[in-house]
């Protein structure tokens, strides 16, 4: 894995995963081990493993913010990275921090649901989430069904992705990483879309149930590559290769949607299983 020239400091607004695998501790852990420097504001404290979610705290807004506000007042940000933010309220709450640090990038994971199915974010907060966060996301980075929430859009092909990328540009994103996971096929293709053109990300299809915290692993890989000052395409090819290599190497813990191996670059190229 190449590194950028200097560490490049995130803060992340997002939930806490008591697994490891998803939230906050997947954030960690990922702009760590890609020489970042990793902070947070904890928006909710999930109770979870690789079966589901089965419980779920809200962290009161005021001390959502005052976790963010203090780290922007002594330590400061490169970029942005948000998460679960679960209801309308603590997304007025995030748009607030990300207006208050001008020029600071942000990448916005528009998490809904966990992999388990469970709903991660409340219905009325999705036109919030619209209205205030797309127009401030240097890179948003929707999967399939997250992409059709957001566009009422069909999102079920490659071209699918594509109508919803441009609609999401529309609605003010400055950039837009489409995830094509969840859309059928042998391979998954990603597509980087911008308002200058687009970028393919493509790669065979991994035979695995080892996916836990996919979307919150390559959203927090970008942010760190922006805090670092790598260019938009530099960034997105650096975390989806990082992803890639993490869902090859999963440990395979749990009996569920298992976590990725984040600190493979550690044991290095000849670590994998």
Known sequence: MT?????????????????????????????TVLGGYAATAITAITVQNTLGVTGVLPIPLEIVEAQARAVLDDIGADAFKTGMLGDAATVEVVARVLDSAKGVPAVIDPVMVAKGGASLLAAPAIGALK???IPRAALLTPNAPEAAALTGLPVET?????????ALLELGAHAVLMKGGHVPGERVVDLLITRQGET???GERIDTRHTHGTGCTLASACATGL???????????RAWNYVHEAMLRAPGFGAGHGPLDHGWPLRGEGGRR
Do not use: C, Y
Request: net charge negative.
């Open 200 to 202: 393919a990300f493509e």
């Open 3 to 31: 590194q950028a020239p200097h560490q490049g400091r995130v803060l992340v607004l997002a939930g806490s995963d008591s697994s490891g695998g998803a939230g906050i501790q997947a954030d960690i852990k990922t702009i």
């Open 131 to 133: 209205r205030l966060l």
């Open 227 to 237: 805090a670092q000052g790598m260019s938009l395409t530099e960034t997105v090819a």
């Open 158 to 166: 490659t071209d699918d992705l594509r109508r919803a990328g441009e």
